[in-house]
């Protein structure tokens, strides 16, 4: 059996950045023009702490009820950007990756994204995946450790397949699927396999120099990307 955490952003989609848009949006709306999201880092990052970073900078404590009310807004306008025609879509190969891989008797699919729960469902449903598609979902706000990181998450996604599978799940049967650093080192801090691709913003030699196992452009070769997967 093979166990499969996929990030959400450039490594399934790509939102036209609607996901930064629209924090800039709620920033603005709650605080004013001069709101900015600039210096803000966000690739493989968790939005929890990517607000809170925000919040704190524009001199708001970052209490949980300051929190849950930027959350909302930010929620409201990227349903918004989400709408307009071609923001949202899958990346090459994706598609036909997702339609075989649910094919597959000997895989279970999850996610592990830093987006919200909700936030990270309106960017796959407007890019054409349904988020249960995957039976293990772990989402940015799920880490019990603050401050927040993607490493705190891999366990919980294992735990999760474990439940599923009805017996303990090892880790090195877990391959988690990323475009960042962050991704490849919350795989291998947790004993994780890691295929990185170079759609997001760090290229094919700042992966591999990340530690990642399997490095490709992209996932548009289907039947290479199976193959790794499967552990071919
Ligand atoms: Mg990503």
């Not at 209490?63 to 899958?90: I, K, N, Q, W």
């Not at 303990?168 to 962050?182: K, N, Q, S």
């Not at 991704?183 to 291998?188: E, G, I, P, Q």
Request: hydrophobic residues 40%.
């Amino acid at each position: 059996m093979t166990y499969l955490l996929f990030d959400i952003d450039s490594t399934l989609i790509d939102s036209s950045r609607s996901g930064m848009g629209a924090m800039l949006d709620a920033g603005r709306e709650l605080f004013g023009a001069g709101f900015t999201t600039e210096g803000i880092e966000y690739a493989g990052r968790l939005d929890p702490l990517i607000v809170h970073d925000l919040l704190e900078r524009i001199g708001v404590r970052p209490t949980s009820e300051a929190h849950a009310h930027f959350r909302g807004v930010y929620r409201g306008h990227l349903e918004r950007r989400l709408s307009a025609p071609g923001v949202a879509r899958s990346l090459p190969g994706v598609d036909v990756l997702l339609s075989r891989l649910r094919g597959e008797r000997r895989v279970s699919l999850g996610l592990l994204t830093g987006n919200y729960e909700e936030t990270g469902c309106l960017k796959l449903r407007a890019s054409g995946i349904d988020p249960l598609w995957f039976g293990v979902r772990v989402w940015g706000d799920e880490s019990p450790l603050w401050p927040a990181r993607r490493d705190h998450l891999p366990p919980i996604g294992i735990e999760r397949f474990g439940a599923l599978a009805g017996r303990r799940v090892d880790p090195e049967r877990v391959m988690i699927i990323g475009d960042t650093p962050d991704d490849v080192r919350c795989a291998k801090v947790n004993g994780c396999r890691v295929l990185a691709v170079a759609t997001g913003k760090f290229r094919v030699d700042a992966l591999k120099d990340s530690g990642a196992d399997v490095v490709l452009e992209d996932l548009s070769d289907v039947t290479r990307v199976m193959s790794i997967l499967m552990g071919g």
